[in-house]
């Protein structure tokens, strides 16, 4: 029903930054919140950031905050996560997460999800 598609992933320094993007496709009408999650080796998954159907309203772990920022563009079918002052400890496969209602830091509360994009920080 819907297909996420993320980008803009790779190896970046420690204090650079990097702009991942996440475009969806087909029954997008149905999208409300979106989000961003991370799965690093031999972690389970965590949420990172999510932002609520307008854009008016995000939310952030504590590790992100300050640091990241999402946004979406809803004219276009994308949403986005600017990294900026990257850490070692943001290594970590990045995964983009639609759900039909409000935002939420549960990952079962989204039900599409694309197929990741590897952001590697080296120190």
């Known amino acids: 029903q819907v297909q996420l598609v993320e980008s803009g992933g790779g190896l970046v320094q420690a204090g650079g930054s990097l702009r991942l993007s996440c475009a969806a496709s087909?029954?997008?009408?149905?999208?409300?919140?979106m989000g961003w999650f991370r799965q690093a080796p031999g972690k389970e998954r965590e949420f990172v950031a999510s932002?609520?159907?307008?854009?008016?309203?995000?939310s952030y772990a504590d590790s992100v905050k300050g640091r990241f920022t999402i946004s979406r563009d809803n004219g276009e079918n994308t949403l986005y996560l600017q990294m900026n002052s990257l850490k070692p400890e943001d290594t970590a496969v990045y995964y983009c997460?639609?759900?039909?209602?409000?935002?939420?830091?549960?990952?079962?509360?989204?039900?599409?999800w694309g197929r990741g994009t590897q952001v590697t920080v080296s120190s």
């Open positions: 997460a639609a759900g039909k209602g409000s935002m939420s830091v549960n990952p079962t509360n989204y039900a599409y």
């Open positions: 932002i609520n159907w307008s854009g008016l309203r995000s």
């Open positions: 087909g029954q997008t009408f149905i999208i409300g919140a």
